[in-house]
């Protein structure tokens, strides 16, 4: 089993910058790919960027030049830095690990507002 835990959420202005982390534990080696998604009440989850094992990424239209995803492999950590950030972007972000040969584990969540 692979645990991930997200960290970093909380209260910024619009326009502001910042980074939540992506902790994981457990056998990080069956780990492919890792992902960072959005929920909000009233949107169905959002996929927002992935980043392979070679540190290859992808994003969605809608953060494409704001956000940037990384990974730290050898402390088991994937990041996602938030610039610029309206207020639309106020939602719980979750982080997601593809498995080798299991279902996918994810994060618990963690609330971003973005608020004047």
């Known amino acids: 089993q692979v645990q991930l835990v997200e960290s970093g959420g909380g209260l910024v202005q619009p326009g502001e910058t910042l980074k939540l982390s992506c902790t994981t534990s457990g056998k990080t080696t069956t780990i492919s790919n890792m992902n960072w998604y959005r929920q909000t009440p009233e949107k169905q989850r959002e996929f927002l960027a992935t980043?392979?094992?070679?540190?290859?990424?992808f994003y969605a239209d809608s953060v494409k030049g704001r956000f940037t995803i990384s990974r730290d492999k050898a402390n088991n950590i994937m990041y996602l830095l938030m610039t610029d950030l309206p207020p639309e972007d106020t939602a719980v972000y979750y982080c997601n690990a593809n498995l080798l040969g299991r279902p996918p584990s994810w994060g618990q969540g963690t609330q971003v507002t973005v608020s004047s």
């Open positions: 980043i392979d094992i070679d540190g290859r990424t």
